[in-house]
């Protein structure tokens, strides 16, 4: 065979050459693209409204018009003709091109903004500055490389939905599927957030769930919400009802798939901007052991980098009432916040006593007028007052020990500095202590551990054991101890350190660079199968806990192998479907391309009883007597 | 511990092979010249049109036979002596077994055409058969035109395959519409309408006459029955295909079409059994034929073979028939029997969707109403229910009426068995009214 196909590459022969349209809407696109280029490279465009819909809509009109000119004079049906000789989905050079370009514009943006035009204080440059018009008329301020990802994201998503709703057109369940992730990634992902942004409300896309989005309960993130308010902390409480109630309500219901193929983002991109490279995933069993570690080992990361981060937040949770000279507060920065068992100044002379640098008051009120101490005898460090709200970002950094800039409540007063390395401690009164939060933690782990253990036991394979247990005790035993330890850093490091380590690690270069990035070489799906800890989690509800299932139809499986070539989650879906077993599994995204590739009718996506989903001793219709049930006979 | 010897990898061979493993700890070995591993014979469409890679036609990662103890030999067979209970190899060697297990499938059949052997003309079997096509007809420059000979599913197949290279195709197929000698006139003329929206060049009624030779043993154009000669590169030859039995010749294995088995599929030797495409009943099953070149077939007399093998003599008794196949973007499923025109007794009752490809054909008693058999044409069904459905005897009544059950098709497909049913009911109180 290899032979003949190396003879066969000469030049673009069909199926894998361009027709004349394909390749008059492939230079279109390109065009828009340039004008992005261009703009890298700060040409300065005079008109950027002009040049930006310009750039933009022939982007859009690129790929939507590339899609008219591929299937317009095709019946509706299959269309992976050619799929393994061109260039760009079977690896070849065009593959290797493109992770190049794509991986660098993820480095680009996670690393070095700049080069992209970013300008923190002052007026954006280069790519960046051509889409402040959009992004002012969005939220009302200057475009971030965030805004300018997430406007290409969001037409990718669209633009390449379109491509794919004409693709799989006579298929109903592709089709409302696709419409779905369109919607939510318009409108969830881009459009609420930031007229949200605009309205003065937190930066919030509802859709995107602890744990995939890793930041929700960072510090910063937590001072966010709860200085706005109730708007603010229903907000914190939909994030947690997010993960911890309606997922699995909605997983047990449809699958993982209501998730990751119908709402989510990334799988939005990779299931639109992705599908030409779906047939790249690994189907061979190492690569299902790899994903089972890598996968499990980042919602462990998660969880425990999260439990850090929070309790770091919570750690000066206690009522500044408590201060007294028995605290070391040498050189440090006091914040308090209200608490009704003592006067304010009473609490600061307490902090001057046990050695404080300064004492700032926290409002989360939504009084105007800056509290005033009504005693001021005796205190000799300076005191101010700051809103929360106004300085989220501000008190993280603090606590971080970073170099930072508060700004004072009462407006007449000069911005609090506080230098590189102080360090602080915070002594505001919140409703879930440390303590408590540590336990609800133990609680909920040891409640999902032991549910799979006593109830899932005989469906966990030997490895899956091993490795919930190893990881269920390291996790509790490092917890416990540095809890007790006094130390107050839980598992050994400092929480933002651990944050940040996660942010760069999983969250910028596993999901951006090789996730998206690699796209071409290792399949659209290599984030969500390997790294996304939300996909871990909701993969082990669906495996132990869900009606969802594919059925496959009796005996009519011809192991053609269409269905484990086009699973973009590396499933050997063939390795059930001929053996008429039903394919129950933690990755399955429910995105029915197996169903809709299957020549013979095999492959269905269902939801139904938990019994007897999961049928390894299934019988092979055809035969009479039923020989598979004399097989299992027979080995007994 | 005995020593079984498969000629054969394909579905039938390597079926066997698993289920005695899973039965028994006997040395088994597997013997094929065509490829190194197990592939998937209907999949070699996929490779030729870039939807896979060979590899992917592969179930079975390479490292699965070593772990189940199947030894592999690439090799042909010469002869098998089975005084000496030996098989020869062509490059020489001899291979002895205690049990011989023959699945060597089939081979495209030729009718003597003239020029039936020249370069260019070729079936579409094997792996073999695959590298030639893209020698043959690698793209539209080298293959400006094929002819493709016989209406059965290899032929449509080959006609999928070859226009997306963009090389033209002419299609002649004696009958009066595609496969009509299975499928009743409507579904034929289904089939037929969607082949030529492809533009496909279907010739029905037209048979082919001559092969000519450019004069350098290549193809180079083709006579029909009814005179016309048409330029090509390329013929393909689907006429249908024969069991592969040359090598047993002589063998003192009584063969006739295919291989004769008796009902545990055992030859006229003693231990020498025959599975798949190359057997033949001596007395074939119920309506099924004797020889049955499809792929379940091959699948179930794998697993019959094994309980035979292990100590557990079991008869090749295939339950219900079942079929399915896709004709470019028609999918088709058939449980039970649907004749091409209704059996003594029996009635057809037909329903197609307007402007859609989406039609059923169920055959049923006329006198008991029971029902028979269902073709469907791009409507999934279940395999289960009509399984069941034939086992009770259901009434074409009481099949209809339940239709939904069987349904397979995915999530927020429209379904068609309400439409179904009415026009059932009214062509029934068409047919009462008009006696």
């Not at chain 1, 032991?450 to 490895?463: C, N, P, T, W």
Request: net charge neutral; glycine share 8%.
């Amino acid at each position: 065979m290899g032979v003949y196909q190396r003879n066969l590459s000469l030049t673009g022969e069909p199926p894998k050459s361009l027709n004349t349209g394909q390749k008059l809407f492939t230079a279109i696109g390109w065009a828009g693209m340039a004008i992005l280029l261009m703009a890298a490279f700060n040409v300065n465009f005079p008109n950027k409204t002009l040049w930006l819909s310009l750039s933009l809509g022939a982007i859009s009109a690129g790929i939507i018009g590339f899609a008219w000119a591929s299937y317009k004079d095709k019946s509706a049906g299959i269309k992976n003709d050619g799929v393994w000789f061109k260039s760009i989905s079977g690896r070849g050079i065009w593959a290797w091109l493109a992770i190049l370009s794509l991986s660098g514009f993820y480095v680009l943006l996670y690393f070095y903004p700049q080069y992209l035009g970013l300008v923190e204080e002052g007026e954006n440059k280069g790519v960046i500055a051509l889409f402040d018009p959009l992004s002012k008329l969005l939220n009302g301020g200057p475009a971030s490389q965030w805004f300018v990802y997430g406007t290409l994201y969001t037409i990718a998503i669209l633009s390449f939905g379109i491509k794919f709703i004409w693709k799989y057109r006579h298929n109903s369940y592709e089709v409302i599927r696709t419409t779905s992730v369109m919607f939510f990634q318009t409108a969830f992902a881009f459009i609420i957030p930031e007229i949200m942004t605009r309205l003065n409300q937190p930066y919030y896309d509802f859709k995107n769930i602890w744990p995939l989005n890793y930041d929700l309960f960072n510090g910063y993130k937590l001072q966010e919400f709860i200085s706005h308010g109730s708007f603010g902390v229903a907000m914190l409480i939909f994030g947690v009802l997010s993960i911890l109630v309606i997922t699995p309500i909605l997983t047990y219901k449809y699958g993982k798939r209501w998730y990751c193929s119908w709402v989510c983002g990334c799988g939005g991109l990779a299931e639109t901007a992705g599908d030409s490279f779906r047939q790249l995933s690994n189907k061979k069993q190492y690569a299902w052991k790899i994903e089972r570690w890598v996968i499990h080992s980042v919602v462990v990361f998660a969880v425990v980098m999260t439990t850090a981060v929070v309790y770091s937040f919570l750690k000066g949770n206690e009522s500044a009432s408590s201060i007294g000279s028995w605290n070391d507060f040498q050189d440090k920065v006091v914040f308090i916040g209200a608490q009704e068992d003592k006067p304010v100044h009473e609490v600061v002379l307490a902090a001057q006593s046990a050695g404080a640098q300064r004492v700032i008051y926290l409002d989360r009120s939504d009084a105007t007028e800056p509290l005033s101490l009504k005693d001021t005898s005796g205190i000799e460090i300076p005191f101010d007052v700051v809103k929360a709200a106004d300085n989220g970002q501000g008190i993280t950094q603090v606590q971080e020990g970073k170099q930072a800039t508060l700004l004072p409540m009462d407006r007449s007063q000069a911005d609090i500095f506080i230098e590189k390395g102080t360090q602080s401690v915070i002594y505001d009164n919140l409703w879930l202590s440390k303590e408590l939060f540590i336990w609800l933690v133990v609680g909920l782990l040891t409640l999902v551990f032991g549910f799979a253990f006593i109830f899932r036991r005989e469906q966990l394979a030997k490895d899956a054991k091993i490795g919930a247990i190893a990881y269920f005790v390291i996790v509790i035993g490092i917890l416990l101890y540095t809890y007790t330890d006094n130390s107050s850093r839980l598992f050994f490091f400092e929480s933002w350190k651990l944050n940040q380590f996660y942010g760069f690690l999983i969250g910028a270069v596993f999901s951006g660079v090789i996730g998206t990035g690699f796209y071409p070489i290792f399949g659209n799906r290599v984030w969500c199968r390997f790294g996304c800890p939300m996909a871990a989690i909701l993969g082990f509800q669906q495996r132990l806990f869900s009606r969802f299932r594919i059925t496959t139809n009796g005996g009519q499986c011809i192991s053609c192998g269409n269905c484990s070539t086009y699973c973009e989650m590396g499933i050997d879906v063939r390795a059930y479907a001929q053996k008429g077993e039903n394919i129950v599994r933690s990755s399955c995204v429910g995105c029915g391309i197996c169903s809709a590739v299957c020549p013979r009718g095999v492959l269905n996506l269902e939801n139904g009883p938990l019994e007897g989903r999961i049928n390894s001793e299934s019988v092979l219709l055809g035969q009479d007597p039923d020989l598979m049930a004399l097989l299992s006979q027979n080995k007994d | 511990m005995k020593h079984i010897v498969i000629i054969g990898n394909g579905i039938a061979g390597v079926t066997a092979a698993r289920h005695i493993r899973k039965l028994s700890d006997h040395r088994i070995t597997i013997i094929s010249g065509e490829t190194d591993y197990f592939f998937s014979r209907t999949a070699l469409m996929y490779v030729y049109m870039g939807h896979m890679k060979f590899k992917h036609t592969q179930p079975y990662e390479n490292w699965f036979w070593k772990k189940n103890r199947l030894e592999l030999v690439k090799a042909w067979v010469k002869r098998v002596n089975v005084d000496q209970k030996e098989v020869l190899l062509e490059q020489g060697q001899t291979i002895s077994y205690d049990q011989l297990v023959l699945a060597t499938g089939s081979i495209p059949n030729k009718f003597g055409w003239p020029g039936e052997d020249l370069d260019g003309v070729q079936g579409l079997v094997s792996k073999m058969d695959l590298e030639l096509l893209e020698k043959n007809a690698p793209d539209n420059s080298t293959c400006k035109r094929a002819v493709i000979i016989g209406g059965g599913l290899i032929g449509v197949e080959l006609a999928e395959m070859l226009l997306t290279r963009k090389i033209p195709v002419t299609f002649l197929i004696r009958e009066k519409y595609f496969w009509d000698g299975v499928l009743p006139a409507p579904d034929a003329q289904l089939i037929s309408q969607h082949i030529k929206l492809h533009h496909v060049d279907l010739r029905h009624e037209e048979e082919l006459d001559e092969i000519l030779d450019n004069g350098s043993g290549r193809v180079h154009a083709i006579t029909t029955k009814k005179g016309e000669r048409i330029d090509c590169d390329f013929v393909g030859l689907c006429a249908g295909v024969r069991p592969q039995i040359n090598f047993l010749k002589d063998s003192g294995i009584e063969t006739n079409r295919g291989i004769l088995v008796d009902r545990f599929l055992q030859t006229n030797v003693p231990d020498v059994y025959a599975i798949g495409d190359c057997a033949e009943q001596r007395e074939p099953v119920g309506e099924r034929k004797a020889v049955e070149a499809v792929w379940y077939t091959g699948r179930m007399m794998g697993e019959t073979l094994a309980q035979n093998l292990c100590g557990n003599p079991t008869a090749w008794n295939p339950g219900h028939w079942f079929n399915s196949a896709k004709f470019m973007d028609i999918e088709y499923q058939t449980y039970g029997w649907v004749w091409n025109k209704p059996k003594e007794g029996n009635a057809h009752y037909h329903w197609k969707e307007k402007d859609s490809n989406r039609a059923i054909t169920i055959e049923y008693h006329l006198a008991t109403r029971k029902f028979v058999g269902i073709n469907t044409f791009m409507i999934r069904l279940q395999h289960k229910q009509f399984d069941q459905w034939l086992s009770n005897g259901a009434t074409v009544d009481e099949v209809i009426r339940n239709l939904d059950l069987a349904g397979f098709d995915p999530e927020f497909y429209k379904k068609p068995f309400e439409a179904i049913k009415k026009d059932f009911i009214n062509q029934s109180q068409d047919s009462v009214l008009s006696h």
